[in-house]
Antibody, heavy 122, light 107 residues
Framework: QVQLVQSGAEVKKPGASVKVSCKAF????????IIWVRQASGQGLEWMGW????????GYAQKFQGRVTMTRDTSIRTAYMELSSLSSEDTAVYYC???????????????WGQGTLVTVSS | ELVMTQSPATLSVSPGDRATLSCRAS??????VAWYQQRPGQAPRLLMY???TRATGIPARFSGSGSGTEFTLTISSLQSEDFAVYYC?????????FGQGTRLEIK
């Protein structure tokens, strides 16, 4: 069955970077986009950006432009999201999700990883 | 950025009753709306897409409707596992955006 398995929780200091991984199981990795969504504690969902694992094309929400980088390693079916210049406002659970298709920037998210808690604290 | 406004913020309903959740878009977006359910401590789960198409494995008691700017998620007979937070999402305009959520609680 389709599964997205994310890396474990991280604690970072302000100004540092974090890199979260997302390993895909149960489907052809390059046939579905990967989208990252975050959720601060008790808050709603925030769409961060999109990557086509087939050609590595990406698209980022303007709020994160210049601070986020989404990459992948197709040999191990893993996507990565790196966020730099962290502040306390970046403390959240980060989810990788799968798009319903490939190369479609505007797509719902049909499978979700378990989430990775990133805590930014001095 | 397209704004999605959900109402009510909290809905109290008895098990077995019907629940109706609303989502309004700040501009027309055809039917490019999805609904997600998030239970406490869990990741969200896709319920509906295309405004009215149930995702794989979603029970028939969930239904979606609407087009343009007004969308509705209806749960026909609430089960205990349905008490959760529900989010709508538009994927018509870049970037995709979510509503702020409706908490469905037991009355």
């Amino acid at each position: 069955q389709v599964q997205l398995v994310q890396s474990g929780a991280e604690v970072k200091k302000p100004g540092a970077s974090v890199k979260v991984s997302c390993k895909a199981f149960g489907y052809t990795f390059t046939s579905h986009d990967i989208i990252w969504v975050r959720q601060a504690s008790g808050q709603g969902l925030e769409w961060m950006g999109w990557m086509n694992p087939d050609n590595a094309n990406t698209g980022y929400a303007q709020k994160f432009q210049g601070r986020v980088t989404m990459t992948r390693d197709t040999s191990i079916r893993t996507a990565y999201m790196e966020l730099s210049s962290l502040s306390s406002e970046d403390t959240a659970v980060y989810y990788c999700t799968r798009g319903t298709g490939s190369g479609d920037i505007l797509t719902p998210n049909d499978y979700w990883g378990q989430g990775t808690l990133v805590t930014v604290s001095s | 950025e397209l704004v999605m406004t959900q109402s009510p913020a909290t809905l109290s309903v008895s098990p077995g009753d019907r629940a109706t959740l609303s989502c309004r878009a700040s501009q027309s977006l055809y039917n490019n709306v999805a609904w997600y359910q998030q239970r406490p401590g869990q990741a969200p789960r896709l319920l509906m897409y295309g405004a009215s198409t149930r995702a794989t494995g979603i029970p028939a008691r969930f239904s979606g409707s609407g087009s343009g700017t007004e969308f509705t998620l209806t749960i026909s007979s609430l089960q205990s596992e349905d008490f959760a937070v529900y989010y709508c999402q538009q994927y018509y305009n870049w970037p995709p955006t979510f509503g702020q959520g409706t908490r469905l609680e037991i009355k």
